[in-house]
């Protein structure tokens, strides 16, 4: 079974610029969570999905930052226009049930850089 | 203060150590618990999840303090394979993990 994809592995732009970061997750994951993690701080919560609708995105930092999850599948994070201080890596999670114990698959992550 | 504190490390330690690690987390209605692994580089992976009653999986063995907001993980016999960065994750009634700074581990052959 694939596990949770991000694309792209690696982005560097600059700031001001545009950048999508894109997250498949398991096929039949309902539930599916954006954290970021900033170099030298810990992994943060940013937002997450039961199927195509928000549930909670207490964690996102302000309004450049946009999530959508169209038909409750493959999810979309857009910055714009990015700023020095959104560079870290970008972790997409997704687990079938959201209560408990239930376990988040993470994906390998998308590594912003933004000059 | 953080929702989650550990001790960064660096542990080294020579192959066949027992080594254990703390966390403490701030708060009280914190539900779940679990320790996952992550390699350099890569993504955060489960290791074990932290029952009330403390948990052991082979080699691994987790306890949890509700009372003193505690959570520990022993590593026996330690392997080369166990270098990694461990971090301490907690969950409240939402969905939402709060991740600790994690602790890093290098076993030394």
């Known amino acids: 079974e694939a596990g949770v994809t991000q694309f792209p592995s690696h982005s560097v732009i600059e700031k001001g610029q545009t950048v999508t970061l894109r997250c498949d997750p398991i096929?039949?994951?309902?539930?599916l969570y954006w954290y970021r993690r900033v170099m030298g701080k810990e992994i943060k919560f940013l937002l997450h999905?039961?199927?195509?609708?928000?549930?909670?995105e207490s964690g996102m930092p302000n309004n450049r930052f946009l999530a959508e999850r169209t038909g409750g599948t493959y999810s979309t994070l857009k910055v714009q226009p990015a700023e020095l201080e959104d560079s870290g890596v970008y972790f997409c999670?997704?687990?079938?049930?959201?209560?408990?114990?239930?376990?988040?698959?993470f994906g390998p992550g998308t590594r912003l850089t933004v000059l | 203060r953080k929702e989650v504190e550990q001790d960064p490390g660096p542990f080294n330690v020579p192959e066949g150590a027992t080594v254990a690690f703390n966390c403490t987390y701030s708060n009280s209605a914190s539900q779940s618990f679990f320790w996952y692994r992550q390699d350099c580089r890569k993504e955060p992976k489960l290791l074990m999840s932290?029952?009330?009653s403390g948990n052991e999986d082979g080699r691994f063995t987790a306890q949890l303090n509700r009372a003193s907001q505690y959570i520990s993980l022993l590593i026996r016999d330690s392997k080369l394979s166990d270098s990694a960065t461990y971090l301490c994750?907690?969950?409240?009634?939402?969905?939402?993990?709060?991740f600790g700074t994690g602790t890093s581990l290098t076993v030394i052959p």
């Open positions: 999905f039961v199927k195509e609708s928000k549930q909670d």
């Open positions: 096929s039949g994951h309902d539930n």
């Open positions: 932290v029952y009330s």
């Open positions: 994750v907690v969950k409240r009634a939402g969905n939402q993990f709060y």
């Open positions: 999670a997704s687990s079938w049930l959201s209560g408990g114990y239930n376990e988040q698959f």
